[in-house]
């Protein structure tokens, strides 16, 4: 039990380094497929040795089990009826994953408190990727960020440092009240190398995540604070009411640009789960939706207090808000009310008491972040959720026929992620040399990974840059962005399809407002089907525009329409 446990433990520092390291750009894809094969190895040797076994096993599935795989079911369902034809298969390896993940946790023997220390040996390496960054000992993959640790961004590097740092407060608190006093001074100095990490990363959700997770544990572990907060309820709630306000104003008022930005994310998605409430959108709908929101949304309200943080978004900066748009309110009240019986689940050992307070942590950062999109962190769901026992609801003998079953499907699942590591590793080949040969994707290969959206994100990017682009049809495919929009917007303009290029080239314009770039296409479009009136108006906003960003290109287009609107003497404009 416990060399299993180890095991695990070392498989589960190395993930993130996996999922860093790996040259191909499906970290998700590769890291999440390989860990289903261990697991389906696992259930495989399993079975083997129940060969030589002469008794039946007996299951016990509790309340959380039973509402774990209806969560699974129903998004099955949603996949199904709702996204079947967008869906990137390589989804139900990532989530395949997660369910061999809890599975695993759940119906095998494990030493919990490893993998706790598991946990911790993770994050303290992280923290020391991230100080050697800081120092320039190593750098970061990242083109954007210093410092990200073995995540390629510093926002999910600090949500795993700190699930890791109040998992190891919770170990150094539980190994004082031991009296082990080596293993606290271990302890001890892992939480300050985890918390160094933690403020490195510089990330508002992180710390505030932080803090909910170590107030659980300490209310937890306080038999008086739990008398306190039973006798004082309403006071209790009025503090941490006026707490909450502090902070949340103290974390705004950082980086307020940054805080703007999501706020502007939610109150479009709004739109989004106003549109679609009960069943939402479908699967992976957010990063092929979202962006046509926004640009109804400032079409609508052109004089928004958004305006200037708005950008292209690919994340919802909030997995619950995700689940309303992606599964709609049956999906998202599945995931309240398995929350809900993993947090009330009995304290009935340390293991668990730890695990909530990590799932927590998780949760909280789950608020602000994207972690079911970086699959280091989302890992983390089913190894805290399969930790937290609750009562037993219906036990089962699996016997003989259960494990034939186990043993035919694993067999097939071995196989199918063999063929499939293997195609997405040739993917990566033929992607890295895209930008040194210039050979383009054939058509049948294309056909089969267009809807995974890192591959969608990467060939699309290497697409724009070519001077051929107006000219592919595959740029249909892309996933709404401002740019993205142009590049099509270009491409029909060159097919002669003038009325579909000025629609796309409008939803472009207004899905950030302060982008010059799509307003000039459609003075070129104007200008080619000699429609000189909305030339003229196009012109006049452009040299009205409010920018981000002064460049010799926004420079350039905007003396073209100077001498554009002076040659034609339609307008007389007061240039700054």
């Known amino acids: 039990m416990r060399i299993r446990s180890i095991i695990i433990s070392c498989l589960l520092i190395i993930l993130p380094l996996i999922y860093s390291h790996t040259e191909s750009i499906f970290p998700n894809e590769i890291t999440s497929s390989l860990f289903v094969l261990l697991f389906s190895s696992c259930a495989f040797v399993s079975f083997i040795r129940y060969c030589y076994c002469t008794h ?52 095998y023997t494990w030493s919990k408190m490893t993998l706790l220390y598991g946990y911790t040996i993770s994050g303290i390496v992280q923290a020391f990727i991230a100080t050697s960054q800081k120092y320039g000992i190593t750098s970061s993959r990242s083109m954007t960020f210093e410092i990200t640790g073995s995540l390629n961004n510093p926002g999910p590097l600090g949500g795993y440092l700190a699930i890791c740092t109040a998992v190891s407060v919770a170990l150094l608190y539980y190994a004082l009240k031991s009296k082990e006093y080596v293993k606290s001074c271990l302890l001890f100095i892992g939480c300050i190398i985890l918390f160094y990490g933690l403020v490195l990363s510089d990330s508002r959700s992180a710390l505030f995540a932080l803090i909910m ?9 306080s038999q008086r604070l739990i008398a306190a907060l039973r006798k004082y309820k309403i006071s209790f709630t009025i503090v941490i009411g006026i707490a909450a306000i502090i902070c949340g104003t103290l974390l705004y008022k950082y980086r307020p640009a940054s805080a703007d930005a999501r ?42 207090s958004f305006t200037q943080v708005a950008d292209n978004v690919v994340y919802p900066f909030n997995e619950f808000l995700n689940q309303l748009i992606q599964k709609g309110l049956l999906g998202f009240m599945l995931v309240i009310t398995l929350i809900y019986f993993a947090l009330s689940a009995p304290n009935r050992s340390i293991d668990i008491i730890i695990s ?28 805290f959720l399969g930790s937290i026992e609750n009562k037993t609801v219906y036990s089962i003998n699996i016997g003989n026929w259960g494990y034939k079953i186990n043993m035919l499907l694993t067999s097939v699942l071995i196989i199918l992620t063999i063929r499939d590591v293997i195609f997405i590793n040739r993917i990566s080949d033929a992607l890295s040399k895209l930008y040194q040969d210039n050979n383009d994707i054939e058509e049948s290969t294309y056909e089969k990974i267009k809807h995974n959206p890192n591959f969608n994100d990467y060939y699309m990017t290497w697409l724009f840059q070519q001077p051929t682009a107006i000219y592919n049809e595959r740029v249909k495919d892309l996933y709404p962005s401002c740019e993205g929009y142009c590049i099509l917007g270009k491409y029909l303009t060159e097919q002669g399809d003038y009325e579909q290029a000025e629609y796309f080239l409008n939803i472009a314009s207004n899905m950030i407002p302060t982008r010059i770039r799509p307003q ?18 196009i012109a006049e906003k452009i040299l009205t525009m409010s920018l981000k960003i002064e460049s010799t290109y926004t420079l350039r287009v905007k003396k073209r329409m100077k001498d554009y609107i002076i040659s034609h003497n339609n307008a007389i404009v007061d240039i700054p």
């Open 56 to 107: 039946h096993q007996r299951i016990s599935i509790s309340s959380i089990d039973v509402l774990f795989i209806v969560y699974f079911l129903y998004s099955t369902l949603i996949l199904v009826t709702v996204s079947s034809e967008t869906v990137d298969k390589y989804i139900f390896y990532k989530w395949g994953a997660v369910l061999s993940c809890y599975v695993m946790l759940r119906f």
């Open 213 to 221: 997770g170590i107030g659980y544990f300490s209310a937890q572990c």
């Open 263 to 304: 706020l502007l994310i939610w109150r479009v998605s709004a739109n989004m789960v106003a549109d679609s409430p009960f069943i939402g959108h479908g699967i992976n709908s957010f990063s092929k939706e979202y962006m046509i929101y926004q640009s109804n949304y400032f079409k609508e309200s052109p004089n928004s």
């Open 356 to 383: 909530k307070s990590g799932l927590l942590v998780l949760l909280a950062f789950s608020c602000f972040s994207y972690p079911t999109m970086v699959f280091p962190l989302l890992l983390f769901y089913p190894l």
């Open 520 to 537: 000039y296409y459609l003075w070129e479009l104007y200008t080619q089907i000699k429609n000189v009136d909305k030339a003229v108006i």
